[in-house]
């Protein structure tokens, strides 16, 4: 408690509030930008961070992360067109307000709900995160190895719903995790000095996401302009806050297990959130499908307090279960720290400070886009040759940053062609980038397992908490192919199925 | 503008999945080619793995050994999409804001930006990031469909020269001046 005070304190320093408010705004004004999620905002906006000292950097991070994923609900309500998974069901009931002139009160209750979720959340978080690293410290290479065996299968075999381009996507990332001098062989280099280091987590995410975003979607460009509903300043009266509050706390209680679990996402939550709050709504129920306001408190919260559970095992574990958390990750790697355990000993006040500023913010967040609603709504109307060439400009600028190299501008094009054909090829990101994170760290623990042994493998399942995360992984593995087994049962692959269905019910 | 006939590049249509016309359109064929890449890069990561020496004494998992696991799961995996693939699975394109997945492959724009980036590549030691920044947004944005390349040209430019000042002065990251050394 008194750290958490202490951090609350150093994130309400003037020089540290000035960096939340630049976090939040950069992060709301590129996460509103069409085609731009959450992930891709902190990789593009990571080289701004380069130069700070890392408190100053993790602070402004907490803004780009929750001001990238306000921004995305932003637009699939006034756009109808979510960008990623989590703001599919945002969008049904959100876009559908918008149409019958509830803008306003659409973006209010995203933007209340995802504050109270993200208060909640984090506060959670708080109480629970220290409580993890205090488990996890005494764990062995054994475990870490089997933990990081499990969030590499979870990220594959959970989401999407191909398990064979699931586990495509992680082997090219595991692959690309080889690169390098590492072991002390030059693995897969070419011979090439440059390589030596390995490659850049930031290059190959800014180029999956940025590159092959805007290569993908030039190739296919809606030639015609999309509606933008216009929006004045969001509202609520008495009765959309009564009908608010409930999905909102309820949304919260499914969001932040999911995201504190490795086989996190957004996507499941928002959608079980949906399906409870129709369930629900009563004599509102005729109103789902044409704009009811708990369809949008629901889900937005649920996604919000997702976003503050994926903390917990990044931040207790060292392990990233959605994209962003991969790129938060990743920066923190490149300050020297090491996400996990060890960090609430060596860096108490890094971390309680970055704790701090998640309730910061929070706060902000609301301060900030409540008023600002309608500037952000104007920013969709951004001519769209000059959003994606701004897009590559600023990739190209953040990956010659790194190392003022011509050939870190290559990878880039090179990484970016491959971010195209993923999206082609409907190969997940998640598993890639999460491949290339954890591979080398993989292959580390492993060898530490096995050097304390002395080659011994059954040391690898010596340890009971390794024998509980196999017993998990079987099961996340076997599942679902016993529950095809049993006849009328549901499959996980069937989600996205469901939420297909949903939408086209809905829009019909 | 795009080679939305398709005939010809077999990879140019994407499937066309929701849209009106309910003919199988069989198989994805652009997957096999997929497949073919992921063998080859599995097939490599393992020849490059025998190549490497059995590492220091003290490694107890020697620097081959994920080499060869990870190669060879790359084959297996090709091995399985190219099946999969045979017995008429599709891919799914990704959906978002500003994409339109009922049209064709527009080749033409990827090529343009294609060459964008490559002169980049080209220039951008020599010149500088003031001056390849300018020609990248300007010449992406042309591209795109934009064909003021004059006011494409001027935001460039004032793009690119607030990033680098940006960068230098603001952020304290000294990316170099280039050809404009001494200008700026």
Redesign the interface.
Known sequence: MEALLEGLGMALQPENLVYAVVGVLLGTAVGVLPGIGPAMTVALLLPVTYNVSPSAALIMFAGIYYGGMYGGSTTSILLNTPGESSSVITALEGNKMAKTGRAAQALATAAIGSFVAGTISTVLLVALAPTVAEWVVVLGAPSYFALMVLALIAVTSVLGSSKLRGFISLALGLTIGLVGTATGQARLTFDNPLLADGIDIVVVAVAIFAVGEALWVAAHLRRRPLEVIPVGRPWMDREDWRRSWKPWLRGTAFGFPFGALPAGGAEMPTFLSYITERRLAGRHRAEFGKGAIEGVAGPEAANNASAAGTLVPLLAIGLPTTATAAVILAAMQGYGLQPGPQLFEAEPELVWTLLGSLFVANTLLLVINLPMAPLWARLLRIPRPYLYAGILFFAVLGAYSVNFQWFDVALLGLFGALGFAMRRFGLPVLPLIVGVILGPRLEEQLGQALQLSQGDVSALWGEPVAVVVYVVIAALLLGPLVLRLIPGRQEPEQLEDEIGALEDEVRS | MSTAGGAATP?GV?APEGTATRVDPGPDR??YG?AAV?AV??A??VV??AG??P??A????R?AA??YV??S??VL?AV??AV?TARGDR????A??????D?G???R??AG??G???A???L??WLG?AVV?AL???G???????RHWVR?LL??AV??VA?WYG?YVG???P??PGVLDGVL
């Open positions: 990879s994407i652009a997957q997929l992921l890069i599995g490599w990561t490059d793995s490497l020496g590492g220091f003290d490694q107890a998992v620097p994920f080499g990870i190669g799961a790359l995996l399985l999409l999969a891919a799914e394109g990704e978002g804001e500003d994409v339109d997945l049209r492959t527009d080749w724009t990827l930006l294609a964008v980036l490559v980049t590549v080209a951008i030691d990031w920044g990248l947004f300007a992406a944005a042309t591209v795109l469909g934009n494409n935001i460039g793009l690119s990033s960068f952020l304290g990251i990316i170099p």
